[in-house]
């Protein structure tokens, strides 16, 4: 079954300051993909970036940037120049590629910045 | 491009009441797939739709039911509500169950039930 661990409840981080959030997962399909969202008080959840485990280098996107260790099933998710607008909770999240588009959800990190 | 949306924002229902929530995905994504998520139990996931039928389930009672239209757009409804229920809904568009696709959400609908 797949599982994904968030193992920081909350992380506090110093305005310009960068963050690296952590997730692992486990998967015994080995094609899959991984997410991390971005949920802020509204509650809107917001796409920050996308690793497929095929993907040969670490996606990036602006300020944020996924370090994928396929070996140790991590996927953390490193945030550059932390923002005061950055706080909020993350979810890292996996979909296996059988067809589904499932998505199964760590439990979240709250980010807070700090100025 | 309009990003999903979904209506209505908030609802407030009584118990034994029933509520319908509409998702519309973003133009071009046939794929809807709904989640709910409460402070306990985190976010869960309700059922996925591609191409009008419903393709996965997840592990949720007959209460709660969806569907899509041949326009993508879809709705879940759940019915004879209970206190629990009280959550955040969220949808989630993409292109199709192809695999290497990307997944956007709604603002989602916080549903009340008093």
């Known amino acids: 079954a797949q599982k994904i661990t968030q193992t920081q409840p909350g992380m506090f981080v110093q305005e310009k300051e960068a963050v690296t959030l952590d997730c692992t997962y486990d998967?015994?399909?080995?094609?899959?993909?991984l997410f991390w969202y971005k949920q802020p008080s509204s509650g809107e959840m917001i796409f920050l970036i996308y690793?497929?485990?095929?993907?040969?280098q670490n996606a990036t996107e602006g300020r944020y940037s996924l370090n994928f260790q396929k070996a140790r099933k991590s996927a953390n998710l490193v945030i550059s120049a932390s923002q005061l607008g950055d706080s909020a909770m993350y979810f890292c999240?996996?979909?296996?590629?059988?067809?589904?588009?499932?998505?199964?959800f760590g439990k979240g990190t709250k980010l807070t910045v700090n100025p | 491009k309009a990003g999903v949306t979904q209506t209505p924002r908030y609802l407030i229902k009584t118990r034994g009441q029933q509520v319908t929530l509409s998702c519309s995905p973003i133009?071009?994504?046939?794929?809807v797939s709904w989640y709910q998520q409460t402070p306990g139990q985190g976010l869960q996931f309700l059922f996925e739709?591609?191409?009008?039928?419903?393709?996965n389930k997840g592990n949720f009672p007959g209460r709660f039911s969806g569907r899509q239209f041949s326009n993508s757009r879809s709705e879940m409804n759940v019915s004879t509500l209970e206190l629990g229920d009280s959550a955040l809904y969220l949808c989630?568009?993409?292109?199709?169950?192809?695999?290497?696709?990307?997944?956007?959400f709604g603002q989602g609908t916080r549903l009340t039930v008093v």
């Open positions: 999240a996996m979909r296996e590629m059988g067809g589904s588009e499932k998505l199964v």
């Open positions: 989630a568009s993409s292109l199709g169950p192809m695999g290497d696709t990307e997944a956007f």
């Open positions: 998967t015994s399909d080995p094609s899959y993909g």
């Open positions: 133009s071009g994504h046939r794929s």
């Open positions: 690793q497929g485990s095929y993907d040969q």
């Open positions: 739709y591609f191409s009008e039928t419903q393709r």
